[in-house]
């Protein structure tokens, strides 16, 4: 009966030094990676949200000129209102409303600016410094604007491309010439 205790006895050494460490060493791995994966997928996702607010904004501009909404409280812009996307600001956007009836965004003008969050900026407009696209009531009317390289179809619709400066992931938003705002846009 002692041989077979000594017997149970050294089959219930348990773990060794080394097992140890190699199964820290896996667990500690694994969950760096898992968590570099994690805030990657987490700043993908914030790039989606802020272009989908930044859709709902220009859909907000359009609503404001079929609300006939003022902007002082008394008047309504005569011009609409249009949102001013600028290469000269990356960081945010402007809501403003058109008082002189031009269709551009000028000092004095503006509603409302719009920051996008920490490592998000507006990276690309279609090759131009600016798109001012302003929504003119009652139709809503819109007008796309812009200044720098001239492209014919710049007249025509809008890109607007955001951009993750962490990942270097990028997210358009496409808004054409009779007001359709599409920010699912994928390049041919």
Known sequence: MSIKLKNIKNNNAGFTLEEMLVSIFIITTMSTIFLVNYHSTNKRS??????QKVASDIRLVQNYSLGSKTYDGVNVPSGGWGIR???????????FADINENKFYDQGEAFETKILPA???????????FYDIVFLPPDP??????????????????????RENINNTEATIWVGHLGMINPNFKEL
Do not use: M, Q, R, W
């Open 46 to 51: 914030e790039l989606g949200i802020v272009k």
């Open 85 to 95: 996307f600028a290469t000269s600001t990356p960081d945010s956007y402007i809501i």
């Open 119 to 129: 490592g998000i900026t507006v990276s690309y407009l279609y090759g131009l410094d």
């Open 141 to 162: 009317e819109c007008y796309i604007n812009g200044y720098g390289y001239y492209d014919a179809a710049a007249a025509n619709y809008a890109h607007i491309t955001l």
